[in-house]
C-alpha cells in the first residue's frame, strides 16, 4: 500500500489507526453539543452583573456568587478542554483552530463580565468570614481561598482595569498561538531530507526531519547521521530565526504588560505568586546548578570515553552509550512495563492507569499537524487525556509514564477536592510524573538480567537528570536573564534582540558543556525550539525543582515503603488547598531549602558511581 504521509514524513490524521486516537466525543458527542455548550455559557454571562457591588452583602450573597462562578467556570473548562485537544491533534486543521479560537474569546468575556468580584472578594476580612461561615457553614470549604486570596489583594486592580486586562487575553494570547503555528504547521514544509545511514551502512532516503524524527536520529550510532539531523533542524529553525525571536520579544512584552499592571516587582514575582515561592527558591535552582557543573563535565568525560570520541560535540549527547541495547518497545509492552513498574504505588492507583489506557482517551502515534512531544490534559469532572508521540522507544516508555503520573495527580486532587481547591500548583506540577519515572527506572534496574542492561539504564537515567534538572536549570538561568534585561528601567532596559538572545544562549550552554563538548555554532539557535519560553515562561524551573523532589520521594517510598506511600498520596490528594511548599513539606521533602536541589546532584553524582562499577565489572568479565 503507497503511503500518503506528507513532506513531513508523517500521515494525514485520516490515515492513523483509529484505535490509537483518543475518542473526543466522550466529552461532546458532536458540534451541535459543542455550539449548544458555548450557547449555554453565553446565555449565563449577563447574570454576573446583579452581584456587582453586592457580594458581601451577606453570607447568602456570597455563597450564592461563589456557586454561580464555579458553575459557569466549570462549563468553560470543559469547552476549554475540548477544543485545546481539537486543535492539538492537527493545528492544520481550520475548523478545530476556528473553535479553538472561539473558546479563547468566550474565556476572554467570562473574565469581563467577573471582572468586578475579585476586588470585592479580596476586600472580605476574617472577622467577616467567620461572621459569614457562622451564618451559612457550607461557606467554611473557602477558608484557605480567602486567605489566598488576601495575599494577593494588592495586585487585584479596580473594576475598570480589571475588565481590560480580561479583554486584552485573547490579544495576549497572540505569541503562543503563532510559535504553534509556525512550529507545527509551516516549519515542517521546510526541513530538509536528508540521506540515513543505518548501522548495516546501507543508506535509505528517509522522510523529512521533524521535531520528533530528530530525537529519534540522535540516538543514532552513525555519527554522521547524527550530525545531519542535528544541522537540518537547527539550519531550518536558523532561517525562521528573525520570525520566531520577534514572537518571542512580544511575548517577552506581554508578560512585561501583565506583571506591571498588576503591580508585581517583575514578571518572575507574578508567575511564583500562584505557588507562593520566594524568588530565592527560584534562585537557588541556578545556583546550585551552576555549583555542580563539574559533575556534568564528569559525566560528559564518560561519555567521551564511552564513544570513543576525541571531542564530543553537540550532537553526541542523546547517543545511547551502550551498544545492542536500543530496545526497541511496543506500545502494549509500554503500557505493561509502565504498570508493572508502578506496583508501589497500589493496587487502585495501577488500576485507574490501566482503565485510561484502554478507555481511547490516548492519542498515541504522530500524525500531520499534531502539536509535537507530550502532554496530559484534565479537568474536575471530566475525562482526562493524554497526547503522545510514540516512536517506541525506551524514552516513549518513561513518556508515557510520566504522562500517566500528571493524569493520576489530577485524578487524586480532583477526586479528593472540591472545585475550588482542583488540580494543582504549578510548582508542584512535574513531581508525580518524574516519581513515575523514578519508579520506572527502579523496577527496570531490579527486573535487568545483564550487567549492559543495567548500563544501559542508567545511562537513561543519567539523561533523565540531564534533560530534566540540567537543561532546565539552563533554561531556567536564560529566562531570567532575558527578563532583567527586559525589565530594567529607562536606560537601564536593555532592548531584546536576535543577535542578544543567541549569545546569551550561547553563552549559558559554554559555561556548562565547554571543554570537554565543542560548542557548535547552531547550537545558539536551539533556544528558539522551546515552546515553554512563549507558551508558559517561568515555567521550565518546575521540571528541575520537580525531579529533585521526585527523587526525595520515590527513595522514601522504595526504602520506608507503606507510610511513605500514604504519605505521597496525601500530597497528590491535596490539590490547592494547602501551599505547596508545605504540602511538600508533610510529604517528607522540604524545598525551601537549597539542600532539597542538592540531593538531585548527589544522585546524579551517584548514579554516575553505579555506572563505573557496572563498567569495571564488565570490563573484568571480559579480560
Known amino acids: ?56 452583602d451577606s453570607a447568602e450573597s456570597l455563597l450564592a456568587y461563589l456557586r454561580f462562578s464555579e458553575d459557569v ?58 461572621a459569614f461561615i457562622d451564618a451559612q457553614p457550607a461557606l467554611g470549604v ?39 503555528t509556525t512550529t507545527q504547521v509551516v516549519m515542517p514544509r521546510f526541513m530538509p531530507r536528508v540521506a540515513i545511514k543505518f548501522e548495516d551502512g546501507k543508506e535509505t532516503e528517509w522522510a523529512d526531519l521533524d521535531e520528533g524524527f530528530l530525537r529519534v536520529l540522535l540516538q543514532s ?51 511564583l505568586s500562584d505557588p507562593r515561592l520566594p524568588v ?47 530496545q526497541a518497545f511496543t506500545y502494549e509492552q509500554s503500557k505493561q512495563t509502565v504498570l508493572e513498574a508502578l506496583s508501589l504505588l497500589g493496587p487502585s492507583y495501577v488500576a485507574r492507569l490501566g482503565a485510561l489506557f484502554e478507555a481511547k482517551r490516548v492519542d498515541v502515534l504522530p500524525n500531520e499537524g499534531k502539536e509535537n512531544g507530550a502532554f496530559s490534559a484534565s479537568q474536575w469532572g471530566y475525562p482526562g487525556y493524554l497526547l ?27 477526586g479528593t477536592q472540591p472545585f475550588v481547591y482542583r488540580d494543582y500548583p504549578t510548582f508542584c506540577a512535574e513531581i508525580a ?81 565547554g571543554p570537554t563538548v565543542v560548542i557548535d555554532e547552531l547550537i545558539k539557535y536551539e533556544w528558539l525550539r522551546v515552546p515553554h519560553f512563549v507558551v508558559a515562561p517561568f515555567y521550565v524551573y518546575a521540571y528541575a525543582t520537580g525531579m529533585s523532589a521526585a527523587i526525595g520521594l520515590a527513595r522514601n517510598m522504595i526504602i520506608n515503603g507503606q507510610a511513605a506511600v500514604e504519605a505521597y498520596f496525601g500530597f497528590l490528594r491535596s490539590g490547592k488547598s494547602k501551599f505547596p511548599l508545605d504540602a511538600l513539606r508533610e510529604a517528607g521533602i522540604d524545598m525551601s531549602r537549597p539542600e532539597a536541589i542538592q540531593l538531585g546532584f548527589d544522585y546524579f553524582s551517584e548514579a554516575m558511581d553505579r555506572m563505573q562499577a557496572e563498567l569495571a565489572l564488565a570490563s573484568a568479565g571480559d579480560n
Request: glycine share 4%; charged share 25%.
Open 388 to 414: 503522545l508521540n510514540f516512536k517506541g522507544l525506551l524514552r516513549d516508555v518513561f513518556t508515557l509514564g510520566h504522562e500517566g503520573g500528571h493524569y493520576s495527580h489530577s485524578e487524586e486532587a480532583n
Open 142 to 180: 473557602y477558608r484557605h481561598f480567602f486567605a489566598n486570596l488576601a495575599l494577593d489583594r494588592e495586585h487585584i486592580r479596580e473594576e475598570p482595569i480589571e475588565r481590560l486586562l480580561a479583554q486584552s487575553a485573547v490579544l495576549l494570547s497572540g505569541p503562543s498561538i503563532m510559535f504553534k
Open 280 to 326: 530565592d527558591v527560584y534562585d537557588a535552582l541556578i545556583t546550585t546548578a551552576r555549583a555542580n557543573r563539574g559533575e556534568l563535565q564528569r559525566y560528559l568525560e564518560l561519555r567521551r570515553n564511552l564513544l570513543g570520541v576525541d571531542k564530543l560535540h553537540m550532537y553526541d549527547l542523546d547517543v545511547p552509550l551502550i551498544p545492542g541495547f536500543e
Open 433 to 513: 510524573s518524574i516519581v513515575n519515572e523514578q519508579l520506572i527506572t527502579n523496577h527496570l534496574l531490579q527486573t535487568a538480567d545483564s550487567s549492559q542492561m543495567r548500563m544501559h539504564l542508567l545511562n537513561q537515567d543519567l539523561e533523565n537528570f540531564r534533560g530534566a534538572v540540567i537543561r532546565q536549570a539552563m533554561f531556567a538561568e536564560f529566562e531570567r536573564r532575558v527578563f532583567k534585561l527586559a525589565e530594567g528601567e529607562g536606560c537601564n532596559k536593555t532592548p531584546l534582540t536576535l543577535e542578544l538572545l543567541c549569545d546569551l544562549y550561547l553563552e549559558i550552554v559554554t559555561d556548562y558543556y
Open 73 to 130: 467556570e466549570h462549563k468553560f473548562e470543559k469547552l476549554a478542554l475540548y477544543t485545546y485537544l481539537l486543535r492539538s491533534q492537527d493545528a492544520s486543521n481550520a475548523h478545530a483552530s476556528a473553535l479553538a479560537t472561539t473558546a479563547e474569546k468566550l474565556g476572554s468575556r467570562v473574565a469581563d463580565a467577573c471582572a468586578f468580584a475579585n476586588a470585592e472578594l479580596s476586600n472580605i476580612d476574617s472577622a467577616q468570614l467567620e
Open 221 to 271: 550510532r552513525e555519527r554522521q547521521t547524527r550530525k545531519q539531523a542535528f544541522e537540518g533542524v537547527l539550519a531550518t529553525y536558523a532561517k525562521f530565526a528573525p520570525t520566531l525571536a520577534a514572537n518571542y520579544i512580544a511575548s517577552v512584552e506581554s508578560q512585561i504588560f501583565t506583571a506591571r499592571a498588576r503591580n508585581f516587582k517583575s514578571v518572575l514575582e507574578m508567575k
Open 1 to 56: 500500500m503507497v503511503s500518503n504521509a506528507g513532506q513531513s514524513g508523517k500521515l494525514p490524521r485520516s490515515e492513523v489507526d483509529p484505535a490509537k486516537k483518543w475518542d473526543l466525543t466522550q466529552l461532546f458527542k458532536d458540534d451541535a453539543a459543542v455550539s449548544a455548550a458555548f450557547a449555554e455559557i453565553e446565555a449565563q454571562l449577563p447574570a454576573f452583573a446583579p452581584f456587582n457591588g453586592h457580594i458581601a
